[in-house]
């Protein structure tokens, strides 16, 4: 329901229009994001990868990001913070990284 509600308000704001079953993959390829940074974003938990792609793919500001998923800004940032945080986990612990 998060995730959909996230979708809506982007269709609204014409930001980007988002197919239900679009993934990360998607989303990062039409920015020309590295392909293993895609790969490894997939692999974090939702609650965090949803708040990583709002901020950084598509420019949301934290109050935004707060309204739309229904959350305080102060968990917005925390999730931020702990995605980029699980992030360089991840690729530390990939073959060789990015």
């Known amino acids: 329901i998060l995730v959909n509600e996230c979708y809506a308000l ?5 930001k980007i229009k988002l197919e239900e079953n679009m993934t990360v993959y998607n989303i990062c390829y039409e920015e020309n994001a590295p392909y293993e940074l895609m790969c490894e974003i997939e ?11 709002l901020f950084y793919y598509e420019d949301m500001s934290i ?12 968990t917005v940032k925390s999730r931020l913070s702990r995605s980029k945080a699980k ?3 991840i690729l530390e612990e990939s073959e060789g990284g990015i």
């Open 63 to 74: 109050k935004s990001i707060s309204e739309v998923l229904s959350i305080s800004q102060g």
């Open 87 to 89: 992030l360089k986990t």
């Open 43 to 53: 692999k974090l938990e939702l609650e965090f990868r949803t708040v990583l792609i």
């Open 10 to 14: 982007l269709n609204r704001q014409n």
